[in-house]
């Protein structure tokens, strides 16, 4: 799976992207999460308020019971802040 | 409809020019630019800088357009965003929309820039004389987004 950080959630993780190899019990976006938040300390701070994570997979936003598969692109950032 | 994301600066009159050109069904045009100011809610700036979502940005803003098509009887709609480093005065975003009579032509263009702050991608860092700080979401944003309503349903009257 393709996961990408954007804004803080970028600097937090400390990378802009990554490949990962996502166990098979992972199967909606809060799992991700759940998954993620345990794979050290800086996913776990990234992701230490859900509420404030916005989440798109594969460029369309999300919700914590959208469904996430093997070759899915899954985007994590802040709220969007242009104009 | 037009949407273009750049890191240049773009000059308004040949944009609205160019949405514009031989379409004589157009009676009025709307735009909005919006420029960096200096001051923040948390101080001075000096810089700031835009980050996005390549590719997310361009369908979310193409998403945006259709929807105020949906909506209004458009002629020409256009959202040009800009991202990187970013000064003070600086232009950041261009937003206009075209119709056969103003009133279209205002509701679309208000509707295009309070859907583009709520629903694009970017984000914007401020470089401020005590270091870098990410911008907040306001929740007024949200509140000026949500009165255009959420569906295609809710369709707003034009008187």
Redesign the interface.
Known sequence: MRL?Y???VREKIGMSREDANVPDGVSNVGDLIDWLSGRGREYEEAFANKASVRV?VN??YAKMDTPVKLNDEV?F??????? | MVVRVQTAPFDAGKELALITEGNFNIGGVCSFI?LVRDITPSGKINAMT????P??TE?ALQKIECEAHDRWPLESTLIL?RYGKLYPGDQ??FVAATSSHRHAAFEACHFL?DW??????????EDSPSGGR????RAR?DKAAERWGHGPNQKPNLT
């Open positions: 990408l954007f804004a803080w798109a460029q369309e985007a950032f802040p709220p969007v802040t242009g104009g | 919006g835009l980050e996005h979502y590719g997310m369908k965003h950041i975003v820039i583009l702050k709520t629903q694009a991608p970017f984000w914007k860092l990410w911008v907040e979401a944003d």
